[in-house]
């Protein structure tokens, strides 16, 4: 890499934590990254946040691990052991639990914060090695509702249009995304659309910073999104405002759609959403009379029992007023974890193989079982989702259990319940590069590198595919996850379907894998990614130029070239108001930390900036800035400093999910999933405050 003042060089790569994925430099002096360095790659332009910011100082931070640790009954202390005991011991608990109870006694689960490499042989490593169905990882908890509605509605899971197609477009429609937060350097794109006088419609229960600037604030109930965006649909077919030709050229589901929106006219969402009625046509004005419209939403519409459903209404409305396929016109979804994206495509998710293959479809399982040298008779069913895993630890369906890259007990739903099924396991090994609250409960935990000391891709928000870099060596004592993971197969005697020895190695495989797929990877190498900064997905040829921009000609990725809408009805929330509990409690991110806070919890700047969680209230409730106030619902309670705004609903409170057990927000939230995705209701459960003596 190129050589600064003496020792001192800059290694190109990208910011660890969001879906953005902004380019940065990571300075490195004797051998060490020491600082960052912004970079001008294409997608941030030199920004980064603060989390980018601080992310360096991950890497050599005195809470690292370095040495496996083990323990042999949860009663007993962690210990430091060699990799030889720390690797022995796991395997011989894997043999022991799946010879007793069955290979699905034991589970998997990984996470989306892993380079695509390593998410790929995670579900290799659970169907290969494990022999298990039981696989699946915390994009569970991200956005698999997207997914879930972009495979029903257009037969591909990624968004439609690039980053660079929001600067086009001439309305921009954010729903359920704290933008200037969770994915601040994205807020780019969004001013240079409004500098050229560009719309601004934010769809969100609380006034964030992004919706303070907005041209229509539309502050909804939590749980209420899909009432609202039938509602839109209804206004825009009554005032004939949307784009009739494109639906009958390059749809299916018009008539069943329409007849259902019809039951939604404004006057009933202002009843189901709290808001004026006008609200819903001026948005439906506002959205479907622009040249150029795009919507974009977050986890503030996925993350509920309807999340799929919910994420359905807004591509109809896209789809409806002709907002697709054209620069500054479209539909995406904007990913929480850095590899959200990429870490969904490849395996790790319990019903699909490499690809994006269904694992119950039997010609995807030959083609992928022949990749992998085994019989398709061999390739283990598909499994549960990871909440579910959870009640199955609980009843001892599933005894023993591999973790990486994830921290459960603090992002899973209804932290009792959670720690209940871990508790109930025989045996719990993770890997880590700090001891999360996770791991701190594990029988072993296994010392693996941070993004900068291994090479690996990402696909971002766009489904673009970046390359992050290596930039130092480990500290001594420190694996990488592929190498943890290849040296476990060898000693569960399947050490040659994972001969891998670097990460380039794996993703020469997972391009075949992927080949001839929506998913196709084929044409990427780390070549072209460096000679390009980075390749959007599918890319079939080494001379493809990738795929920024989807339906170009109108065609979905569905057999028939269709894009199927699909009627939605509005159902309310899982978990029902009454004189008890008569408030709504919604969860979210804060700009200086990162979903379990794992890593940012560390990191003095930020937490200098937000040591701890608050509850955001309405001033109609009396209570003053940093009063203590207890959150209860139906699961548990948590005692927090008031925040008093006028910035968030009067029936609606607002608690950040970083910290752990007992100011955990997730200790209150709901693990009520939806039925079609398997995403937890985060975003909204039944609720009461009290005044309490102290925080
Ligand atoms: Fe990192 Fe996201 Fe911040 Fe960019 S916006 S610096 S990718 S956390």
């Known amino acids: 890499w190129r050589a600064l003042y003496g020792n001192e060089t800059l ?19 004797d051998g060490k990254v020491f600082g960052v360095e912004p970079r001008n790659h294409d997608i941030n332009r030199m920004r980064l946040c603060p989390k980018g910011l601080n992310a360096y100082q991950q890497v050599n931070h005195p809470d690292r691990l370095t040495v496996p640790l083990l323990r042999t009954s949860r009663d007993a202390e962690l210990r430091a052991v060699s990799w030889d005991d720390a690797l022995d011991y796991t395997v011989d608990r894997i043999q022991a639990i799946q010879a007793e109870h069955g290979v699905d006694a034991f589970g998997m689960l990984g996470g989306a914060s892993l380079f695509t490499e390593k998410t790929y042989l995670v579900g290799k490593f659970a169907r290969v090695a494990l022999k298990t169905r039981h696989v699946d990882y915390n994009g569970r908890l991200c ?169 359905l209404t807004v ?31 490849h395996g790790q998710k319990s019903d699909l193989l490499p690809g994006g293959r269904s694992i119950n479809d039997p010609v995807h399982r030959r083609q992928i079982a022949e990749i992998w040298g085994i019989e398709e008779s061999e390739l283990p069913q598909a499994g549960t989702s990871m909440m579910e895993m959870v009640h199955q630890m609980s009843r001892g369906e599933i005894r023993g259990l591999f973790g990486m890259c994830n921290n459960p007990f603090v992002s899973l739903p209804n932290y009792d319940v959670v720690k209940a099924g871990y508790d109930s396991l025989a045996f719990h ?163 200086a930390h990162f979903l379990s806070g794992n890593q940012t919890r560390r990191l003095g700047g930020l937490v200098e900036q937000t040591p701890r969680p608050w509850v955001e209230i309405h001033p109609s409730h009396g209570y003053a800035n940093g009063d203590a106030v207890t959150v209860v619902t139906r699961r548990g309670e948590a005692t927090f400093p008031a925040l008093v705004t006028e910035a968030i609903r009067p029936d609606t409170v607002f608690v950040p999910y970083h910290w752990p057990f007992p100011v955990a927000a997730n200790a209150l939230t709901i693990d009520a999933l939806d039925p079609r995705s398997k995403i937890p209701e985060y975003k909204v459960c039944a609720c009461r405050l009290e005044r309490a003596a102290a925080v």
């Open 315 to 345: 591509i109809n409305l896209c789809v409806a007023t002709g907002n697709l396929g054209k620069p500054g016109a479209g539909y995406g979804t904007i990913t929480g974890q850095g590899n959200g994206q990429g870490g969904r495509e």
């Open 429 to 591: 090994a993770q890997c880590d590069f700090f001891l999360s609250e996770t791991a701190a409960n594990a029988h072993v935990v296994f010392p693996v590198t941070t993004w900068a000391e291994d090479d690996g891709v990402m696909a971002n928000a766009e489904a673009r595919v970046v390359r992050h870099r290596k930039a130092q060596e480990p500290p001594s004592g420190v694996r990488t996850d592929t190498w943890v993971l290849c040296e476990l197969a060898r000693r569960l005697g399947v050490g040659d379907k994972f001969a891998f020895t670097s990460s380039v190695d794996v993703f020469s495989e997972l391009r075949i894998a992927s080949r001839g797929t929506v998913n196709d990877y084929y044409g990427i190498t780390y070549e072209r990614i460096d000679e390009t900064g980075g390749i959007a997905w599918p890319c079939p040829e080494v001379d493809h130029p990738g795929t920024p921009r989807l339906f170009e000609d109108g065609r979905s990725y569905h057999a028939d070239g269709k894009i199927h809408l699909q009627p939605v009805e509005w159902h309310p929330p899982a978990d029902p108001y009454d004189d008890d509990f008569p408030m709504r409690l919604t969860t979210g991110r804060t700009v």
């Open 11 to 29: 290694v190109p790569t990208h910011c660890c934590f969001c879906g953005v994925q902004c380019g940065m430099y990571l300075r490195v002096r």
């Open 143 to 311: 956005m698999v509702s997207a997914a879930g509605a972009n495979k029903l509605s257009f037969g591909i899971d990624r968004a439609a249009n690039p980053f660079a197609d929001i600067l086009l477009s001439d309305c921009l429609l954010i729903a359920g995304s704290n933008v200037g937060e969770c994915f601040p350097v994205m807020t780019q794109y969004l001013w240079g659309a409004r500098d050229r006088g560009a719309k601004l419609i934010v769809v969100d229960p609380r006034e964030t910073s992004v919706a303070r600037t907005a041209d229509i604030h539309v502050a909804l109930r939590p749980g209420t999104d899909s009432a609202f965006f039938n509602a839109v649909l209804h206004v825009v077919i009554r005032e004939g405002l949307g784009d009739q030709e494109y639906v009958d050229e390059h749809t299916t589901g018009w008539a069943e759609l329409a007849e259902t929106v019809q039951g939604y006219p404004p006057e009933r969402a202002a009843e189901i959403c709290g808001i004026p009625a006008e609200q819903v046509e001026q948005v439906a004005r506002m959205f479907a009379t622009a040249p150029r419209a795009m919507a974009w939403h977050a986890r503030g519409i996925e993350h509920h029992t309807q999340g799929v459903e919910n994420c």
